[in-house]
């Protein structure tokens, strides 16, 4: 009886949070004309957490880095977007195949948006039932939109297998998605599609690859620290892998 009436509890607030809209994203300024959108997901034990993505605002229109986590999560940022800076979205790029980065490309797809991720991600996102990226690409690659220039780099195995960060040269900001575990994370979060032992090496790479980091967005939770947070995860992962 006690599990039936705990499965019941699980089951009905789950369906409150969807009734309060409790999941309503947040954006917040980060440097130039760079912003964070922070969207929530519900995770098994039916607690509440965040996830980031990231939009650049060009001459033209707007870069996303990531959807937000789920479809109506991303018709909040469509429609965000479009009433406050009145520009389209012109591409999004997925960082890797969890639905927390690739949960909205169908909206996106029917809303005219061209997205992208990298080959191994779209295999792996059809694989695995997520929702697919349209276009992909393969290797370390460097997208010109107005100017603004995304470089999307591969470091090798962490989170998943497929991980990528994005590095945008002209403001020194790097865009660590789910590779990248924040200062408020107490542990290294899903590990289900993670390699624990290339996870450090892959790590380093970063560091060499990139210099002159000012900004660091990790997957989840704050951006404070920048590149304390490589240590950060390093130490949970080895913490993980103990
Ligand atoms: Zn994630």
Redesign the pocket.
């Known amino acids: 009886m006690k599990r039936f009436i705990s499965l019941f509890l699980l089951i009905y607030s789950v369906a409150a949070f969807g009734q309060n809209k409790v999941l309503k994203i947040r954006t917040t300024h980060l440097t130039g004309n760079i912003y964070v959108c922070t969207s929530y997901g519900i995770l098994d034990d039916g607690s509440v957490f965040p996830?980031n993505d990231m939009y650049i605002i060009t001459r033209t229109g707007v870069i996303l880095i990531d959807t937000p986590w789920g479809e109506a999560e991303t018709s909040q940022l469509i429609d965000t977007l479009r009433s406050r800076y009145h520009k389209k979205i012109l591409l999004c790029v997925s960082t890797h195949f969890?639905a927390?980065?690739t949960g909205g490309v169908d909206i996106l797809k029917k809303n005219g948006i061209k997205t992208y991720s990298s080959l191994l991600t779209k295999q792996l996102a059809k694989q695995r039932g997520e929702k697919q990226p349209e276009f992909t690409f393969t290797g370390d690659t460097t997208f010109n939109v107005d100017n603004v220039i995304l470089q999307a780099y591969y470091p090798g195995e962490g989170?998943t297998k497929d991980n990528i960060v994005i590095w945008l040269p002209q403001s020194n900001v790097l865009f660590g998605?789910?590779f990248i575990k924040s200062l408020d994370a107490t542990d290294i979060?899903?590990l289900a599609d993670a390699n624990l032992k290339a996870w450090p090496f892959s790590i380093e790479k970063v560091k060499a690859q990139f210099k002159d980091i000012k900004f660091v967005i990790p997957?989840?939770q704050g951006w404070q620290g920048d590149t304390l947070m490589f240590g950060r995860t390093l130490e949970l992962a080895k913490q993980a892998s103990r």
């Open positions: 996830a969890h927390d980065r989170h998605g789910c979060g899903n997957g989840h």
